[in-house]
Nanobody, 120 residues
């Protein structure tokens, strides 16, 4: 089992910055990658950024050049630095852990979500 707790959301004006944190505990050795998802109001959840155990990163086109995902050396905390925020970035942001489950990679563990609101 992996437990994850997010922090760092809030209200910011367009053009501003926020940094989200996700602290993982428990069986963190089982994690293959960490990701950040978001769910805008009335829309489906979407993958925003991923970082693998090897440090490789990938981003949704909508956030490339503005968001940066990173982890601490112990791989217990994952961050999402969000710069040049836009009103369309408003969403509940979730961190998630990718693990093997039943021989398949699955986004199995999720944080509780943190609200990010960007005002125009």
């Amino acid at each position: 089992q992996v437990q994850m707790v997010e922090s760092g959301g809030g209200l910011v004006q367009a053009g501003g910055s926020l940094r989200l944190s996700c602290a993982a505990s428990g069986s963190i050795f089982s994690i293959s990658a960490m990701g950040w998802y978001r769910q805008p109001p009335g829309k489906q959840r979407e993958l925003v950024a991923v970082i693998t155990n090897g440090g490789n990163t990938n981003y949704a086109d909508s956030v490339k050049g503005r968001f940066t995902i990173s982890r601490n050396n112990a791989k217990t905390t994952t961050y999402l630095q969000m710069n040049s925020l836009k009103p369309e970035d408003t969403a509940v942001y979730y961190c998630a852990a990718l693990v093997y489950s039943d021989s398949a990679l699955t986004w199995k563990y999720w944080g509780q979500g943190t609200q990010v609101t960007v005002s125009s």
